[in-house]
């Protein structure tokens, strides 16, 4: 196997977790193969670099192996090797601790106990 479809690519090596998904990304303008934006469609070929955005994290990854099929996650670092940079590791932590510290608590409906101490404190208690 010399090629394999971009799209394939990630579903196998569990980037994302369907094809469709995948897919979407590559439309998306999230994944580079090679530095350049790729459609689903694009070639992946041994020695290729993927760079693809995984929430609020961009991981780089180096083709060791093709295949098509989906990979355990025990054999992944036959088929790829990571080359995110610590640096960018670094930064998505931080954006997701600063997330937790900035959540907004107590939105959505009432519960039966919020809603009956504000009816306690309006003065409406039935």
């Known amino acids: 196997m010399e090629t394999v479809r971009l799209d394939k690519w990630l579903w196998a090596m569990r980037l994302y977790k369907t094809r469709a998904r995948a897919t979407a990304a ?3 303008s999230a994944v580079l193969l090679n530095g350049e934006s790729a459609k689903a469609s694009a070639k ?5 670099r993927v760079d693809a955005r995984l929430r609020e994290l961009t991981r780089s990854y180096l ?6 099929k989906r990979v355990g996650a025990a054999k992944l ?3 790829i090797t990571d080359q995110t940079t610590g640096e960018e590791l670094e930064k998505a932590r931080l954006r997701r601790e600063n997330a ?3 959540q907004y608590q107590g939105g959505g409906r009432p519960t039966k106990k919020n809603r009956r101490d504000l009816e306690k404190f309006f003065g409406r208690e039935g």
């Open 63 to 68: 083709v060791n192996e093709l295949t098509d």
């Open 100 to 102: 937790r510290t900035h």
């Open 44 to 48: 992946v070929r041994i020695g290729d």
């Open 77 to 79: 670092p036959e088929f």
């Open 26 to 28: 590559c439309r998306k």
